[in-house]
């Protein structure tokens, strides 16, 4: 079963801009659709953006025009640009396929706060 390696969050003052890489263990090339979710402290998980093997993309209202999600299927990667980073950014983000067909990774912590 694939698994996902997320890295690249970090702590960062709210307007700057973080760039989220996540590794497959495996092929994504057959995994139609991949998303970038996330979960913040006492709420439940969110998908924020998805990415369709044919680069289509698609955001929740709150990180339209803020977050580019990209993929790379030959490399097996997903990445997630985040800019103009709010407090309410702040939670620890997933990949996965949507919708998900496999285990969640760790994720990587993002927080946002001056």
């Known amino acids: 079963q694939v698994q996902f390696v997320e890295s690249g969050g970090g702590l960062v003052q709210p307007g700057g801009s973080l760039r989220l890489s996540c590794t497959a263990s495996?092929?994504?090339?057959?995994?139609?659709?991949m998303g970038w979710y996330r979960q913040a402290p006492g709420k439940q998980r969110e998908l924020v953006a998805t990415?369709?093997?044919?680069?289509?993309?698609n955001y929740a209202d709150s990180v339209k025009g803020r977050f580019i999600i990209s993929r790379d299927n030959a490399k097996n990667t997903v990445s997630l640009q985040m800019n103009n980073l709010k407090s309410e950014d702040t939670a620890v983000y997933y990949c996965?396929?949507?919708?998900?067909?496999?285990?969640w990774g760790q994720g990587t912590q993002v927080t946002v706060s001056s």
């Open positions: 996965n396929a949507v919708p998900v067909r496999a285990n």
């Open positions: 495996g092929s994504i090339f057959s995994m139609d659709i």
């Open positions: 990415i369709y093997s044919g680069g289509h993309t």
